[in-house]
């Protein structure tokens, strides 16, 4: 299986978001939606947050969540579905184990029941590590959330959006590039940029280089932003 693949698609597909504040951070469905318009393509990109919320909080009943999901499902079609676990725990190899992986499970089952393709949204590690858990640096974080999220994505077989990797590519062209907000876990408008591009060839399976659309950033950053997307996504 290609983790890196992606999926030929027409206008009008539908996605949703399940996730927290890294999808809501600068409105990445929003942003997505503008590269896509861009492209030539029309999708329709809707979302599900909570600030720190987790996957398994998508399928308890009576939580806010799981009943908004419920309601999106409920008569409506999905072509893809995005799952964003909470940033530290696909890097804490019990949390995932004990957390996000029967979650991941149930929610594929669940999206595939009505007719859906998972996509799992592998995040990027924060900017000077997570000491917390253990983790010294971003490149350590990083290594551990890429595992984290392959693992699980080879076994349902799901598409893997490689978004960590494209920031792992990033900072390494330049150290003091400016992907995080200045509380060093979220994304800036950069990031938000960058990851939107991956998102883009993921789904897409074309090239974002060369759209017009940059979200207010200066031309050759988002130029670089759309080769580094490019880069980490097989097309």
Not at 126 to 150: H, I, P, W
Request: hydrophobic content about 40%.
């Amino acid at each position: 299986m290609d983790i890196y693949g992606g999926i030929n698609m027409d206008s009008n597909k539908r996605i949703l978001f399940l996730g927290n504040s890294y999808v809501y951070y600068n409105d990445l469905p929003d942003m997505l939606t503008n590269l896509a318009l861009s492209g030539g393509h029309n999708l329709f990109v809707d979302s599900i947050t909570r600030g720190g919320a987790t996957l398994d909080e998508f399928l308890c009943r009576g939580n806010e969540l799981c009943d908004a999901f419920d309601s999106k499902m409920d008569g409506h079609r999905w072509d893809f579905i995005v799952l964003q676990e909470q940033s530290q725990i696909p890097a804490i190899l019990e949390k995932c184990e004990e957390m996000m992986y029967p979650s991941v499970r149930l929610l594929n089952k669940k999206i595939k029941d009505h007719g859906g393709e998972t996509v799992l949204f592998m995040t990027w590690g924060r900017q000077f590590g997570d000491t917390q858990n253990g983790f010294k640096s971003f490149e350590g974080t990083q290594e551990a959330l890429k595992v984290g999220y392959t693992t699980i994505a080879e076994e349902i077989e799901a598409l893997l959006a490689p978004v960590g990797i494209a920031w792992a590519k990033a900072k390494k062209i330049d150290d003091n590039i400016a992907l995080w907000d200045e509380d060093c876990s979220h994304p800036s408008v950069m990031g938000t940029y960058l990851t939107a591009c991956v998102f883009y060839a993921v789904f897409l399976k074309q090239s974002p280089v060369g759209l017009e659309y940059k979200a207010g950033l200066p031309k050759e950053k988002a130029a670089l932003l759309q080769e580094i997307a490019v880069a980490s996504v097989k097309i």
